[in-house]
């Protein structure tokens, strides 16, 4: 069974920066993707960034790369999602989640994620 821990999530002003961190245990693949859903009051879930083991590919949602990194922490099977100038409509709750044996094509895809994390609240207001 994996689980997520998620952290790092707060409020912040507009421009200010965060980092989230998710880490997974559990689990025998060695070949997942752990990426980051965020969802907007009233507003459906969206991708934001994933990054897959082993390979380190990096993922982003349109419009975020450029503002947002995902990195990674190997030994601690820590994923990063450090977020730069941020905005209100960056507002949202954010999950970190799991793909098993992922596959570029459909690393954005809700449905392929097979664990989730509570989520993490960020708020970005003055």
């Known amino acids: 069974q994996v689980q997520l821990m998620e952290s790092g999530g707060g409020l912040v002003q507009p421009g200010g920066s965060l980092r989230l961190s998710c880490t997974a245990s559990?689990?025998?693949?060695?070949?997942?993707?752990l990426a980051w859903f965020r969802q907007a009051p009233g507003k459906e879930r969206e991708f934001v960034a994933a990054?897959?083991?082993?390979?380190?590919?990096?993922y982003y949602g349109d419009s975020l790369k450029g503002r947002f990194t995902m990195s990674r922490e190997i030994s601690k099977k820590t994923a990063y999602l450090q977020m730069n100038s941020l905005r209100p409509e960056d507002t949202a709750v954010y999950f970190c989640?799991?793909?098993?044996?992922?596959?570029?094509?459909?690393?954005?895809?809700?449905?392929?994620?097979?664990?989730w994390g509570q989520g993490t609240q960020v708020t970005v207001s003055s």
């Open positions: 559990g689990g025998t693949s060695n070949s997942y993707a």
């Open positions: 989640a799991r793909q098993s044996n992922p596959i570029s094509s459909t690393i954005s895809a809700e449905y392929r994620y097979d664990y």
């Open positions: 990054i897959r083991w082993p390979n380190g590919a990096t």
